[in-house]
């Protein structure tokens, strides 16, 4: 089954602390946790720069049937949902099998 990866940045006014963006957050860590609970391999985090500061955004990865079943699944998450994140999702072909 072919994997799937969701790469995002935060938007600018959403940087920095704020309740909509810690609320968010927490909706998109649940949703992450229902979909594991259905059976879906998925994996989801932020990346940090070498000395472990946050800010360079996001990464997702999920196995789907195709990328119209991923993009479906992935456009329900709370941060796309509340327009929090620029995001772009795409097939990841691994190259040796």
Excluded at 21 to 32: A, G, L, M, P
Excluded at 50 to 79: H, N, R, T, W, Y
């Amino acid at each position: 089954m072919p994997y799937f990866v969701k790469t995002e940045t935060i938007k600018r006014h959403y940087l920095g602390e704020n309740d909509f963006k810690s609320k968010t957050i927490k909706e998109h860590k649940q949703w992450v946790k229902n979909l594991i609970d259905q059976g879906l391999y998925i994996k989801s985090g932020f990346l940090v720069d070498k000395d472990q500061v946050p800010g360079a955004g996001g990464f997702l990865i999920i196995e789907c049937e195709s990328f119209e079943e991923a993009e479906k699944i992935i456009k329900d998450d709370p941060m796309i949902k509340n327009n929090m994140v620029n995001w772009q999702l795409n097939e990841w072909i691994n190259i040796i099998q």
